[in-house]
């Protein structure tokens, strides 16, 4: 096992920050302008971000590094929490480009109370929140993790003012390439995962190693803290858990729920297939213990020219259809929906791949993922000890339908009985090409049903974009991670360094409705 | 029709059954959810409901359709450890009965939400209608009939879901804007899944219901459903959804029981 040396214990500590916020923030208000300006840093890596445009006025002018009110804001109550080594009289307002950057993409919530959400003193109706502040290496995003409507995820949970801090780097540093590292081509565990899928025995923790997961003793693990595909070491996600601040402070999850309801596996698949399951809604976002997006809708995350949200809830979640969200007919550039914790932007599926002397975009290209769904039952295994994953025992389950070109459910799971398959869009190997079709698919242990698929030339079909193992692509203006409508959605893993926040396990431990100090729904 | 009410408040939390009987006594109860329109506030102009909103927006309402797929009594937190300590304190029940009851209940009864990543499981106490209410008709309607096991009720937990025509609401009408004389005429639905758990008031004592026999009625106040909205911001589909979210938002519940003897 490897040590870890920011393991978040934090949770126990975060009730105690909800109880106190209050008396917290009293106490924590008064910041210091320190004046430090020397805010830059050493980029060592392009980080995809377009800084803000400044004039000469601008530049002349004493940038006003005072930092604004923190008081309203429930996230910054857990700064010095989650990060130790940091307090809030230390931080500024943002100066430096890349500070700004991030500024000038988060959501303007002003205004806004949201019906049917849990304030942090418990009332109804919520205002959301999402704040930076810098320091000289890192971007500070506090929230309440509220988006601008009211989840109608089924109320499991209530939808409650929940603080988090995503530490942003402001220049994303390269891992050490010589770090130890698993390796994304000698996984072990799929067939395992197979094992239980068959027989619907619900896993204690994921069977893989391709993200990282540490039961809460400590007593076991996904191996590594790194991957790699021999080319690059890379850092795991989360099997469950936070990869990015989005642009409404909101957490973006890693591409899997966890053992339940589809043991490890994306809750996309059953959302899609019955929305009135409202597990996740279609702006992808559910509450839990801290409400979290398991996928992106741009739609329901674009701004109006003053940064407010533009569209409600009902007219985001209806332009979510995955077929759409994958035609080759992008018109303009996607905006930035998030922030990784290695420091790079997320951005929507339409891709400026090249620009003119002029800036303006000469190649628009829709991202699609770098993985396709291979199927569970590809890990059958006549050689196994296992008992289930034999080929005979595989084909005469419902796996033995995986994959199969399906209209509706009822092609994939025409017997009824036990028969986790939905029919579902995604991406699929068709000969040489990758297609977007109908197919019988598992939800679960989503790492093993879907294989990444090499292209020579990310650029090789006409219109598209294909994406690197962690879903992400350099582009004309850096390197970007994409919220694609297809696995795995989000960022799969870390190109660059990430900061504390990718493997701080907070919110994978705390218990669910304790971000309001309510109890969770039923 | 609505039956005779005799009143005689009950405790805030809605009981279903006697927690002070003996656990093996459980019986199931009956339970039925019963659904009003409530247009105070409006009149009715050759069959249009017309109403103004608190932004002072005045509606006029020519049909409303609202879909349930289904309804539940939500079991107060940590009911049934209360049942079973109970019982063993006053030692009504042995280990081994307290055991073989936890089983059978789990068994019937909804699952607790799992710490994350969990559905949300039903409780016994569903009905699942799958029908469009006419909200423009006042009339009282039964929606649902079912069975209620656990001790203590807290809340009513309502899904309003698709359904086959992929429509949760649909409504007709027009609108004018504050001081404006012009009528805007929009035409909206949505299909989009909406949900609403409420917490259940102080309830009455009902001699007209069996002993045990439990009603539960909805009553929907729509001239209250488009209270905050800036009605000439929102496209139709939104229009249909932030609507279905208030007529949520702004409906009250009553509940009623048998008496509790024969």
Redesign the interface.
Known sequence: MENDDFSGETYGALHDVFWCSLACLLAAILLAACGDDDMGSDAAVDSGVDAPEQDASDLDADPDTSPPSTDNCSGWTLLETMYPDVSLDSLQRCTSPEGLAIEESLMNFEGIVV??TIAADGSDGATPCVEVLCDADYAYIASNALPHY?P?A????ETADTPIVHRIPLSPAPIDQSTAADSFEGINGCDSALNMAVTHETPTMPPFSHCWYETEDGSANTGLHHITDGEHVYTKIHC?GQTAGLITGVPAFAPC??A??DPYGS?LFWSYAD?????VD?CGTHP??ITHNHWINEVCLEQDENGAPA?????G??AFVVEDLDEADCESESDIVGWSYDGHPMRGTCLCMARADDGSCTDLRRARSGYVYAGLARWSDDESELPNVDSATVSASYFGRELMECEDAGDCCPDGGLCRLHCHPLLVEDGDSVTLSNRCVTPDYSWCSHAFRDHDDALEDSGYVYLDRCNGVETADGYVYVGTPTFPYVNSCFRDAPSETARDNTY?????GGGGGR???? | MRRGRRSGWLSAAFVVGCAALPLPELAPNQIEYWVETDWEGAHLEEGVRVFTTDLGYVVGLESFWFRTTSVELVPCEDTLEEELEEEQEHGQANDAISQGLRTVITSLLPGRAYAHGSAYDHDISVSEPEDFDELLSEELHLRGQSIALRARYCELFSVHGTGRDQTVASLRGWYQLPGSDERIPFEAEHPLGVTDVRPLPVGAWNDALLPFASEVIVTRHPARAFDGLELETLPPVDLAYEVSLGLLRSRSLHWSIGPAEE
Do not use: V
């Open positions: 019906a049917g009211s109608q089924a109320p499991i949970f469950y729920e966890e339940r309801p809750p929305p009135d399951t409202l597990f279609y839990a213990a569209n409600g809830y009902a007219t979640a209806t994978i431990y705390l218990e669910a109890p969770p729904r039923p």
